[in-house]
């Protein structure tokens, strides 16, 4: 089977999409991934093709300049971009941070941001919610923003700030009630659109963390940062929910990428099994390499269609929550147990790194941990699906 049909199993009607996102992937080849990833350098060019080809406006709505695509369409995009061995996460943020803004900024905020964001010239990357103290626990954030006249003043800290240096935009989480004085537990919390370009020097400073795969991750301080009154979104106290309502978004195209990593891992994996020769045979021929790779591929389609059945829910504007954790949770675990299998059919080559799966194994790890870890999924079904008693 050859890599494309291993990426098009799975038939739809979005061959034209696919197809240019492959051929803008061909000039992103694996040393370009490599170099950067020695580096540890920000994929600039790839990401500008992205915005130039509109890919990353595909979910803006046309009216303010996007190309109004839908859910599934975007997933396909993210699914191919890592299906070709490049690294979406670079930018995957632009995509769906703006869903905030769209849902329940002000039609001036729309107008003002939104058209920016699809051509590209404004990016929206950095989305300021984990806090070092606070964890997955998001109620306990400490980071405050407290009225002062027509602003706003912020103090505190977050971390893995994605992007936040390749960002003029940040969507911030913070608290504007202390807990304490709220009729319920998830009031209190305010959603900013902070302009990053203003406030750098000026009470935030950003430090990269480096990390086990090329993620350009940081931590964020803010002291005593003035945010203007009109850089909330919707009401006072409600981002909670506001930040909630994207995370089905955010779900759904990381298990698109998801799989499109698994794809990669597959594809590589069975031709290399086709051509290692070894004891006089293909090493593919041996049943105990041969099952592996069936098992990953088999685990890739399942977790393929729970990430099309949410998408499909998501654009019917139907509840998704269920399925868009499900499709995170099994495509991660897809790609996961893909790259392991990826790497055990290279026998040694699969650590070289011209072979690029040793980039891959690591940049596919996270998605176990993160934007949600595996824990937290399971909670969600066992106490909202199955109506277990809460554990936290
Ligand atoms: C590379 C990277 C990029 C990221 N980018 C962003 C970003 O751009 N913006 C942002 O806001 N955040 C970002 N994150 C944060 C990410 O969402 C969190 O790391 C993730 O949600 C897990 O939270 P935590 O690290 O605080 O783990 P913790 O909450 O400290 O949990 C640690 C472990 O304990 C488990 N656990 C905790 N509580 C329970 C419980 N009650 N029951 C069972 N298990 C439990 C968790 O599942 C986890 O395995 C990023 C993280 C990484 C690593």
Same mark, same amino acid.
């Given at each position: 089977m050859t890599a494309n049909a291993i990426r098009d199993a799975a038939h739809d009607d979005l061959a034209p999409i696919r197809e240019s996102v492959r051929a803008l992937c061909a000039d992103f080849p694996g040393e370009y991934w490599r170099r950067l990833d020695r580096e540890r350098a920000y994929p600039e060019e790839f990401v500008a093709a992205l915005t130039k080809a509109g890919f990353l406006a595909a979910l803006i709505p046309e009216e303010f300049g996007g190309s109004g695509l839908t859910m599934t369409a975007a997933a396909a995009i993210m699914e191919e971009i890592q299906a070709c061995g490049c690294n979406g996460a670079a930018c995957h943020a632009q995509m769906y941070t703006m869903g905030t803004l769209l849902r329940h900024g002000s039609v001036e905020q729309k107008k003002r941001y939104l058209p920016g964001i699809a051509r590209g010239e404004l990016r929206l990357q950095a989305f300021g919610v984990t806090e070092p103290t &606070? $964890?997955?626990?998001? /109620? &306990? /954030? +400490? *980071? *405050? %923003?407290?009225?002062? @006249?027509?602003? #706003?003043i912020v103090n $505190?800290?977050?971390?893995? *700030? &994605? +992007?936040?240096?390749? &960002?003029?935009?940040?969507?911030l989480l913070a608290r504007t009630a202390p807990r304490e004085q709220n009729a319920s537990r998830t009031a209190g919390l305010t959603v900013f659109l902070v302009d990053m370009r203003k406030a750098k020097g000026h009470g935030l400073t950003i430090r990269p963390i480096r990390t086990m795969m090329n993620h350009a991750t940081t931590e964020v301080f803010f002291e005593n940062l003035r945010v203007p009154a009109e850089a909330v979104i919707g009401g006072e106290g409600e981002g909670f929910r506001y930040i909630l309502s994207g995370m089905n978004a955010e779900r759904i195209l990381i298990a698109a990428e998801c799989i499109g990593d698994a794809k990669w891992f597959i594809?590589? %994996? *069975?031709? #290399?099994? @086709?051509? +290692?020769?070894?004891? $006089?045979?293909?090493?593919?021929?041996n049943q105990g390499v041969q099952f592996p790779i069936a098992r990953a591929y088999i685990g890739m389609r399942a977790a393929e269609l729970m990430v099309r059945e949410a998408a499909a829910l998501y654009e019917a504007g139907r509840d998704c929550g269920a399925e868009a954790n499900m499709a995170k949770h099994l495509a991660a675990e897809a790609s996961w147990a893909a790259a392991d299998m990826c790497v055990q059919t290279h026998g040694g080559f699969g650590f070289a790194e011209e072979f690029d799966i040793e980039r891959k194994f690591r940049e596919t790890r996270l998605y176990t941990v993160a934007p949600i870890s595996t824990n937290l999924v399971l909670s969600y079904i066992a106490e909202h699906v199955l109506g277990l008693p809460r554990s936290y």
């Open positions: &606070s $964890g997955t626990d998001t /109620l &306990s /954030l +400490r *980071t *405050t %923003a407290v009225r002062d @006249g027509d602003t #706003y $505190g800290q977050k971390i893995w *700030t &994605s +992007r936040a240096e390749h &960002s003029d935009l940040m969507l594809a590589k %994996a *069975t031709a #290399y099994a @086709g051509e +290692r020769v070894v004891f $006089g045979r293909p090493i593919g021929q």
